[in-house]
Every structure is written in structure tokens, then in C-alpha cells.
């Protein structure tokens, strides 16, 4: 049996930034080592990417708010009964580390790729389909058949300012993943749920499991008052469309 497909979906702003940012973080890590230079250049579109997103002026004040928010609900848990002081203190230190890496950054999240004029160069060709081809960007082209290790080099150097971001991200995210609430299994009437938050725990992501192996997904929306899933059928050749049947699956809220 193929394993369940997870979905998740954030519910404030803030996560919804997060979620995409790590899902970003993990895609340049995953083609930045590679020897390829094709690969390099979907590690150099990803990061355009990153620093597009990370442009936003008020990015390191989320994060250190977010950092600080984790802070405040682990001293507030710190005294109650069975919770493991030697892991609580662990995670406690790395929130602190996060922390402080996010606040010495002197410059905005993503500064030294974001004004690299060589970067900058191959982001502005890359609006245009297929305009970062060899012939428009033959400085690009050049850099890109040198060896792994000069690329390298010159990833790494665009990479610094970013992973403070990077860590404090996938560690907050680590956390509400990992505070979850037990997973429930709900039904869907005729294909549709829907959910009344609590307002003192809001939370911060849901996420809807479903069997890899069938031929539904959830279309998930939400804010942090209500949510709400409709199931869709998968159709060769034509659009999907709302399931009209009884859908069980499990449902996950991330609390912390």
C-alpha cells in the first residue's frame, strides 16, 4: 500500500511566507551540490527566487517576532508536569541561537545575492522565457562551464546572510510540526469539511492526509478563525472536479 500523501496548508500570513521560504531553502540545497550545470542553474532560479521573496523590509522583524513568540510558549510550558526539561532546554538554546543570528544581520535577509550585479544581471533575463539561454547572457554561460568547484564558490558566497533565515525557519516550523494535535480521522460529506478554530490555541497550519494511491486531492482554505477542504477527482483531459462522495482522511491541526 502506497504511504498517505500529506497537504498542508498555512493559516496566517506568516506561515504561508515560512512554508514557502523552506520549501525554497530545500530546493537550492538539493541542486546546489550537484556537479551538473544544469543543475546549477535551477540552484541560481531558486535562489532569484529566494531573494525575491526574502525583499520584503519587514522579513527579519517576522522572524525574530515568530522567534520570540516560540520563546514566550516554551517558558509557559516549562513547569508542567511530564515535559522533558533536557529536551525542553535543547530546543530552548536553539530558539536563542536563531534568535540572536537573526538580529546580528546588519542588512536585509538575502542583501549580498540580492545586489550582486552578476545576479542580478541573470534575474532580470529571466523574466523573459528562455531569455537566460546562452547567446543573451553569454557571461552566464562562461560561469557556467567552469569547474563545480569555482560555481561552488561563488554559490556559497551569495548563501551567508541567507541561512540565518534558513535555520530559524525550519526550526519554527519543526516545532508546530512536532506540537501537532493527534491526527483525527474526520469525513468530508459529499466531498467538503469544515472547521471552527479555537481563538485561544490558534492554530498556525493544518494538514490533510490522504491514501497516495487515489484520485483525490483537497483545495484548502483558511484563516486562523475557520477552515475548510474540498475534495477534488483528478481527470485525464478535462478540469477537475468536486467529488460528490463521502471522503474520509485525517486532519491535523499545528498548534504551537
Keep these: 500500500m502506497a504511504p498517505p500523501t500529506v497537504f498542508e496548508h498555512p493559516l496566517n500570513e506568516r506561515v504561508r511566507t515560512f512554508l514557502r521560504l523552506e520549501h525554497l531553502f530545500e530546493k537550492v540545497d538539493y541542486f546546489m551540490p550537484q556537479y551538473d550545470p544544469w543543475a546549477t542553474r535551477v540552484a541560481v532560479e531558486v535562489l532569484i527566487d529566494i531573494t525575491a521573496v526574502t525583499a520584503r523590509s519587514d522579513l527579519k522583524t517576522e522572524i525574530a517576532k515568530e522567534l520570540d513568540r516560540n520563546l514566550a510558549a516554551l517558558e509557559r510550558i516549562a513547569n508542567q508536569p511530564r515535559v522533558d526539561s533536557g529536551t525542553l532546554e535543547r530546543v530552548f538554546k536553539d530558539l536563542e541561537c536563531a534568535l540572536a543570528s537573526i538580529v546580528s544581520l546588519t542588512s536585509q535577509i538575502g542583501q549580498t545575492a540580492r545586489k550582486d550585479e552578476f545576479l542580478k544581471g541573470v534575474a532580470q533575463r529571466s523574466t523573459i522565457p528562455e531569455g537566460a539561454c546562452c547567446f543573451d547572457l553569454p557571461q552566464y554561460h562562461h560561469w557556467l562551464v567552469q569547474s563545480p568547484e569555482r560555481r561552488q564558490s561563488r554559490l556559497d558566497h551569495w548563501l551567508p546572510d541567507l541561512r540565518p533565515a534558513d535555520s530559524a525557519i525550519r526550526l519554527m516550523l519543526s516545532l508546530a510540526s512536532g506540537s501537532a494535535t493527534p491526527p483525527r480521522q474526520v469525513t468530508a460529506v459529499r466531498g467538503f469539511f469544515q472547521e471552527t478554530l479555537d481563538l485561544q490555541a490558534p492554530a498556525q497550519m493544518v494538514r490533510v492526509a490522504l491514501p497516495g494511491s ?27 472536479t468536486p467529488t460528490p462522495t463521502d471522503v474520509e482522511f485525517r486532519l491535523t491541526c499545528c498548534v504551537f
Excluded at 214 to 222: C, F, K, M, N, R
Design 214 to 240: 487515489g484520485s483525490l486531492y483537497p483545495e484548502i482554505s483558511g484563516h486562523k478563525n475557520r477552515f475548510s477542504t474540498r475534495f477534488m477527482t483528478i481527470e485525464l483531459r478535462v478540469r477537475p
